[in-house]
């Protein structure tokens, strides 16, 4: 089993390459233009819930069987097709042309896993077992979901708001006791608990506190 290198990218306006037209098409597609992807689907039928999301701007469709040609520029390329000599062939030729490649459901065609993920707005957490029991990682991300709430996102947005603050302001030493009390439990459980004005209170003063 390969050792794959854990890694996020920022799929913005690349060039996705999926073959396919069913249903597990379909939800790689929508996680894809999710993640604002250019989506190019090669395949000969479409579902119409997969149909529904071509727009010639950011979902486009070649109404045909796959051919070496159609992987062009694509930067990532995702075959989930249920016919066998379909997949061996897109990982193939991916391969042969340096793109990374997924089939779904067989990890020995694939150059790169997609983990089962977790986002709670800017914290995302992707597990994965390696391809040795996809069930396991989606066991394993709900125990996260239950341990990291809604709150997350909030907590986050919050401190974001203050980084470049603290950055142009503080000094490295001062930096570094600013994050650690405003991180340490107290700013999200107030969040959790629905009194936001109350945590940004807690941050403000701590950062009031540092100045010179």
């Not at 233009?33 to 469709?61: G, M, Q, T, Y």
Request: charged letters at 25%; hydrophobic letters at 45%.
């Amino acid at each position: 089993m390969s050792q794959y290198y854990p890694i996020f990218m920022d799929l913005k306006a690349q060039p996705i390459l999926v073959v396919g037209g069913g249903i597990v098409a379909l939800r790689k597609v929508q996680t894809l233009l999710h993640h604002e992807a250019i989506v190019n689907i090669v395949s000969p039928r479409l579902i119409p819930e997969l149909k529904e999301l071509i727009d010639d701007k950011a979902c486009f469709w070649l109404e045909k069987e796959y051919s070496a040609e159609d992987i062009q520029e694509a930067v990532l390329v995702f075959s989930c097709t249920e016919k066998e000599d379909v997949n061996a062939h897109v990982s193939f030729d991916a391969i042969a042309h340096h793109r990374p490649v997924n089939v779904v459901d067989d990890p020995e065609k694939c150059s790169f896993i997609v983990p089962s993920m977790m986002e709670r707005g800017d914290l995302k957490i992707a597990v994965s077992t390696g391809g040795s029991s996809p069930i396991v990682a989606r066991q394993v991300r709900v125990e996260l979901e239950n341990l990291y709430g809604h709150e997350m996102a909030e907590y986050l947005c919050l401190l974001k708001t203050w980084r470049n603050l603290a950055k142009s302001k503080l000094s490295l030493e001062k930096r570094g006791i600013f994050w650690n009390r405003a991180t340490d439990g107290e700013v999200k459980e107030l969040i959790k608990a629905d009194r936001l004005a109350e945590a940004e209170g807690v941050v403000e003063r701590c950062f009031l506190s540092l100045l010179d």
